[in-house]
């Protein structure tokens, strides 16, 4: 089973800031959080990672919850474009064996 | 930007025949994955790949399933006896790095299995 929880789904509307929320209360000290997208009949797509720090990129924000057991992805300007299902994963020790949840299908309106 | 490039895009075997997939990595990683995601389902780990090894595998990856690099640039995912069950996106993925941490994918192929 997945160890992180996901919203199914959300909407924003374009422009706007978007929040996805992830729980993982079971994380262990070595887990890493990744975030990969996927979009429509594509192939996942990294977006970010991080352990204990916020995370900044080019494309979102990841902020961690100081106790671990949580965390947000951030888009900071959302487009039509970052419609898809949102994964949060977590890694630990045996960083190939993954779990990919349902993640969360988000929903841009123009 | 560098990417994942794989073929084919689309691919319909019958049931117990053999098929390879295949894959050209981007050029500067060392680490080379398979994964597949059966229609409106979860995206499932297949196999890692390094320096010409299988570094880990899941359950599904069985004796029917193996990898190679046979040159410089491919990496191949071979089905030897296909099933219907075998019917799914695979997606090849890549990183610079050993792990979880920036794995580059591919669009996928579809395998049709009938």
């Known amino acids: 089973d997945a160890k992180t929880t996901q919203p199914n789904s959300m909407e924003s509307n374009e422009e706007e800031p978007v929040h996805l929320p992830c729980n993982h209360s079971?994380?262990?000290?070595?887990?890493?959080i990744h975030w990969y997208r996927q979009l429509p009949s594509q192939g996942p797509e990294y977006v970010i990672h991080g352990l204990t720090s916020n995370v900044n990129n080019r494309m979102a924000s990841l902020a961690i919850a100081e106790d671990r057991k949580s965390s947000t992805l951030i888009l900071h300007r959302a487009t039509l474009r970052d419609a898809a299902v949102y994964y949060c994963i977590l890694s630990g020790d045996s960083n190939y064996q993954l779990i990919w949840g349902a993640g969360t299908k988000l929903i841009i309106k123009p | 930007e560098p990417e994942v490039t794989q073929t084919p895009s689309h691919q319909v075997t019958q049931m117990g025949q053999e098929v390879i997939l295949r894959c050209v990595p981007i050029s500067n990683h060392l680490y080379f994955y398979w994964y597949r995601q059966i229609l409106g389902q979860k995206v499932e780990f297949l196999v890692s790949?390094?320096?010409?090894?299988?570094?880990?595998k899941s359950e599904i990856f069985d004796d029917q399933f193996s990898v190679e690099r046979p040159d410089g640039s491919n990496f191949t995912l071979k089905i030897r006896s296909t099933k219907l069950e075998d019917s799914a996106m695979y997606f090849c993925a890549s990183s610079e790095i050993m792990g979880f941490y920036e794995q580059y994918f591919g669009p996928g192929t579809r395998l049709t299995v009938t």
């Open positions: 079971t994380i262990s000290g070595t887990d890493y």
């Open positions: 790949f390094y320096n010409n090894e299988i570094s880990e």
